[in-house]
């Protein structure tokens, strides 16, 4: 039985479509960006972030972008933690760890009544709308502003409590992969399993 989902969404611009390492894409939309190879689809569940790749290739393609790739500030991080809370507070969500990158986002999530696209999309919406309340948003200031967002997302369904504790650590663990400091968010509630391993 899925206990709990590990939600990783990224930044506009961190990982693209045809990714050498492989992506989640199985179309690219952007005629520049097609230059630079056709979509890289892979179905597994585990991270290919550290497997060998043309580094170089990956930053060219990079360089079609549109606009430049989103790189969040301390300031926006918290912003995007408010907008966290505030879809908590909007549909009870039970977050158990929550990690907040310059360039994508960890959560560790309890089972949920929604689909994890829409839990995904919901906290995606509300961290956007908490960047544009606060006037912070970094993607350019044009009539039609683009999500600084990424589409879509990868989704790891967590069905035993070893699953949720490694997956905590892992998200705990991500800024001071990166020299930053661990994050202490307020609407993090802490796991514990129960005598039947549930929570």
């Not at 926006?76 to 908590?88: H, K, P, T, V």
């Not at 908490?130 to 990424?150: F, G, H, R």
Request: charged share 25%; aromatic share 10%.
């Amino acid at each position: 039985m899925i206990l709990a989902h590990h939600l990783i969404f990224i930044a506009y611009g961190f990982w693209l479509p045809n990714d050498p390492r492989g992506s989640w894409s199985t179309w690219v939309r952007s005629w520049d960006l097609f230059r630079y190879g056709p979509a890289t689809k892979t179905d597994t569940r585990r991270s290919v972030a550290a497997t060998t790749h043309d580094a170089a290739l990956r930053r060219a393609a990079k360089s079609a972008l549109r606009y430049p790739p989103v790189k969040f500030d301390g300031l926006q991080a918290r912003a995007i933690a408010r907008g966290f809370a505030q879809a908590s507070k909007e549909y009870g969500y039970t977050i158990h760890a929550c990690a907040i990158l310059p360039d994508h986002v960890h959560l560790v999530v309890a089972r949920h009544a929604r689909t994890t696209e829409q839990l995904r999309d919901h906290l995606k919406s509300r961290a956007t709308r908490q960047l544009n309340i606060e006037a912070i948003n970094p993607m350019p200031d044009v009539p039609a502003k683009p999500s600084p967002w990424a589409r879509k997302g990868w989704q790891a369904f967590l069905d035993s409590p070893e699953d949720i504790e490694r997956a905590i650590r892992y998200a705990r663990n991500n800024p001071l992969k990166d020299g930053l400091r661990e994050q202490h968010w307020p609407f993090v509630v802490p796991w514990s399993a129960g005598p039947d391993g549930h929570r």
